[in-house]
Every structure is written in C-alpha cells, then in structure tokens.
C-alpha cells in the first residue's frame, strides 16, 4: 500500500514536473494562433450553453445595475482580449452571477440524491468560484492575446523597418505589413488603425487608440515613440531599426529570466511529490518490518 502510494506521488511530481518545463500553454496556443494551425475559439463552451438562459433572464436585470466603473474595466480587457465582437460586460456579469446560482444548486441537489450532508461552507466555496470563473477565463484569453502580439512584434517591426527604408511611408509601410503578414492579433490591430487613419484620424490619434486597445506596456512605449519622432520630424526607418534592436534585447532578456526561475519553480514539484515518495519507497519497508516485529 505505501509502495502504491509512493509511486502515485512520482507519478504526480514527474507529470506536473514536465508539464511546467516542458510545456507552456499559453504560449503553445499563442504560437498556434500566429501560424495559423488552429482557429481562435475564444468562447467559454460552458458560455454558448448558458447564453440563451442568461439573455432571456439575468440580463435585462444587469443592465439597469448602476456599475459604470464595472462596465468600464471590463471593456477594455474584453477589448484587449479581442472579444469586443463575442460578449459584452454585462452579458460577462450575468454570467458570474449564473455560474454563482447554478453550482451551488447542482452540488445541493448532487447531496439531496445521495443522501449525504449539506456542508454549507462546499455551497459558499463553489459559488464563490463559479463567480470568479468568467474572470479568470477573461484573463487567459487576455493572456494568450498578449503571448501571440509579442510573438509577432519582432517580426511586424522588421517588416516596417525593411518598407521604410526601401522608401516607402509609415502609412504605406503598415499597409504592406497587413498585406504580406499573417494574419494575427498584431496584424489585426495594425488593420484597425490603418481603418482610423483612412476615416480621417491622424496617424499618432491612430496608434494611440491601438495602444490602448492591445493595452501593453511594449506596444505602449514603441507607439510612443513613434508619435513623438512624428512630432519631432526625426527619421521614422532610424527609429524602427532602433525599436528592433531594443526588442530583441528584451526579449533576450526575458529568456534568460525564465531561465534562471526554473530552478526555483522546480523546487515546488521536487519537495511536495518527489521527496516524499522516494523516502517512502526507501524506509517504508524498514519502518513496516519495525512494526511488525515490535508487534
């Protein structure tokens, strides 16, 4: 039994061992995303299922809530997520408060048909969970929006640089970026500006508005940068290939802190699951032989 035992926690260890080194999947599914191998289903299933319900129910109700600060965080990190065209914040608050009514119910009435106790602080637990789920599926969408825009940047950067230095316009430039790239997030909020600019924005109101929308701080200061070298009528290709630079330095640098945190992550799996089960298969026989024959 404390063979089975033992082997069960290597198991544990080994398997979450290699699932935080070997594989991330944030940026696996923001990799796929970039190249095209998978289609973006950012909508929770659990969401399709209870839309009907949450529409026809909850969100008249929502809407006449006075939660205007609410309203206005969300959009913008449903709009950095990419979801503005799929859910709206108040569609995502009714379906916190969905998910904190149904789970609850679903464990009571679980309990009722077993007939087994009704411990109220599972209730409390489970719907406080089901409300902090639509938030925390928000943020991993957000997450791997974010992962794919900085997969790109290098990429998208070099493209302007190369167009502008062959001649070529900043705007020309963006528009043979969004013509030759992949298609991706980056490219999409390029798209999007170039859209404003045609509609009569100027280019520095343009790029604001995308910085705001992807909502991360190297977007924030690459497009800052480039509205001020606007505003100061320096070279804009001299400040492209400035800005590559600097973000393969940066990225370089995040490298190498993944790196030197591995060492410390490792110790989570090692001391919890590994340890314990080595020390068992080594002594738990001595100990069973000792019982035994004290007995």
């Known amino acids: ?28 599914q923001a990799a796929a995303r970039l190249s095209g ?17 949450i529409e026809k129910f909850l969100l008249n109700t929502v809407q006449n809530l006075k939660i205007e600060n609410y309203r206005k965080e969300m959009r913008r990190k449903i709009i950095s997520a990419g979801m503005e065209e799929e859910i709206t914040p108040d569609q995502l608050f009714a379906f916190k408060i969905f998910l904190a009514l149904l789970l609850p119910l679903v464990i009571f009435l679980y309990c009722f048909l077993s007939s087994v106790g009704y411990p109220y602080w599972l209730f409390l637990g489970v719907g406080v969970g089901g409300f902090l789920y639509p938030d925390i599926w928000l943020r991993s969408r957000l997450n791997v929006r974010q992962k794919e825009i900085r997969l790109a940047i ?10 502008t230095e062959a001649g070529l316009d900043f705007v020309s430039a963006m528009h043979r970026v969004v013509e030759k790239a992949k298609k991706g997030a980056l490219v999409a909020e390029l798209e999007k500006a170039l859209n ?20 991360m701080p190297e977007i924030s200061s690459f497009t800052a940068i480039l509205v001020t070298a606007e505003q100061m009528g320096s070279s804009i290709g001299k400040v492209l290939r400035s800005q590559a630079d600097q973000i393969r330095h940066d990225r370089f640098i995040r490298a190498e802190k993944a790196g030197a945190s591995a060492s410390q992550k ?16 080594i002594f738990g026989p001595l100990i069973v032989r000792f019982l035994t024959e004290g007995l």
């Open 1 to 28: 039994m404390l063979k089975l035992f033992a082997l069960a926690l290597l198991g544990i260890g080994i398997y979450l061992l290699v699932r935080q080194f070997f594989s991330d999947e944030g940026e696996v």
């Open 37 to 53: 191998d998978v289609t973006s289903k950012s909508l929770s299933p659990i969401f399709r299922i209870s839309n009907r319900f």
């Open 154 to 163: 290098p990429f998208v950067v070099d493209l302007l640089t190369l167009s």
């Open 266 to 281: 490792i110790l989570v799996p090692l001391v919890l699951f590994i340890l314990p089960a080595v020390f068992i298969m």
């Open 196 to 215: 404003d600019i045609q509609l009569g924005a100027t280019r520095a109101d343009a790029l604001r508005k995308m910085a705001w929308r992807i909502n």
